[in-house]
């Protein structure tokens, strides 16, 4: 999450046998996104992992997520280009 040039990574945690969903933005993203939109955004993906597949909710998260930086900031520069890996990661590997 912290190894992108602007510090605009945002990680989405689910922890199932918890029940705990927790959204964290990066220093570059937090001046523009209230904590609030997160914790909104977590609560919703908690919402949603009961009634869809998690994978229809993670989705639907980073839909939200990358709305809420696009609507919000920080703007995106001319030569962005995706800096961290998109696929779903665990412990396990």
Known sequence: MF???E???ILIFVALLERSVVVLADS???PFVPDSEWRALAAA???EMRTKTPGQA???AVQRAG???AALGPR???DDAN???DAPSSPEG
């Open 67 to 69: 709305g809420q930086v």
């Open 76 to 78: 995106r520069r001319a």
């Open 58 to 60: 993670l989705l639907a």
């Open 3 to 5: 190894a992108t040039r």
């Open 45 to 47: 993906i908690a919402r």
């Open 28 to 30: 570059g993203v937090h």
């Open 7 to 9: 510090r605009t990574g």
């Open 83 to 85: 800096e961290l890996p």
